[in-house]
């Protein structure tokens, strides 16, 4: 079954510090995968997406994250988290073939501390 | 609109009502999704149009769940009989184009509870 895991139900950073969310995808196919963050009240913004191409792909608020193929991941990571970045965090799959059904995984929430 | 809106945003209903939840998408998106999300939970797919045409409701989780876009613009889910489990935050996102290369925007939910 075509499925998403984020491993990590919460993290805790130091505001400086460097961040890694895990997202481990389970498809037939590559699949489009997807980041979103979603803070208290707001909707779900997307940070980034990869479709093909160049594995490592630029996000907004200065956030990346690179497809490994051979361990079926598609990490998030920032290289300086600022307390604003504390959040919940979802990453997503769409399979390419049906093009319409979204997988999230269950969330990464996000403390930043001073 | 500059985004997707919802209303209400908050809804409460005692068990066995009826209820409606409206979405309305950015302006000329073809594509609109319906999304259940649990307290702790990620957002799981509930159904899909193509401007009016529903195109898949494989996610709804019972006959009593219901969606339709007659215009193929503003979009309404309606839950039948509402019991204790369907209490979520209720997300409706939209797309410009047709497929899935296309980015999905979400709207602030509806939070229903339901007594």
């Known amino acids: 079954a075509q499925s998403v895991t984020q491993p990590d139900i919460h993290i805790t950073v130091s505001e400086g510090a460097s961040l890694e969310l895990r997202c481990n995808y389970s498809?037939?196919?590559?699949?489009?995968l997807f980041w979103y963050v979603q803070s208290p009240g707001q909707g779900l913004q997307l940070l980034l997406k990869?479709?093909?191409?160049?594995?490592l792909v630029q996000g907004i608020k200065g956030f990346e994250a690179e497809f490994k193929r051979s361990q079926s991941s598609f990490n998030l990571r920032k290289p300086s988290v600022h307390w604003s970045d504390a959040a919940e965090y979802f990453c997503?799959?769409?399979?390419?073939?049906?093009?319409?059904?979204?997988?999230f995984g269950t969330g990464t929430s996000l403390t930043v501390i001073p | 609109g500059a985004g997707v809106s919802q209303s209400p945003r908050y809804k409460v209903a005692k068990r066995g009502q009826d209820v409606a939840l409206r979405c309305d998408p950015i302006?000329?998106?073809?594509?609109l999704f319906w999304y259940q999300q649990a307290l702790g939970q990620g957002p799981e797919f509930l159904t899909y149009?193509?401007?009016?045409?529903?195109?898949?409701k494989s996610g709804l989780p019972s006959d009593r769940f219901f969606a339709e876009r007659p215009e193929g613009s503003v979009s309404t889910l309606k839950i039948q009989r509402t019991q204790q489990e369907d209490s979520a935050v209720y997300l409706c996102?939209?797309?410009?184009?047709?497929?899935?290369?296309?980015?999905?925007?979400f709207g602030p939910g509806t939070r229903l509870t339901v007594l």
């Open positions: 498809y037939g196919a590559t699949p489009y």
């Open positions: 149009f193509q401007n009016e045409a529903q195109l898949d």
């Open positions: 302006s000329g998106h073809v594509s």
């Open positions: 997503a799959g769409e399979d390419q073939n049906t093009g319409n059904q979204f997988y």
């Open positions: 996102a939209s797309s410009r184009d047709l497929g899935g290369t296309d980015t999905q925007y």
């Open positions: 990869y479709f093909s191409g160049d594995t």
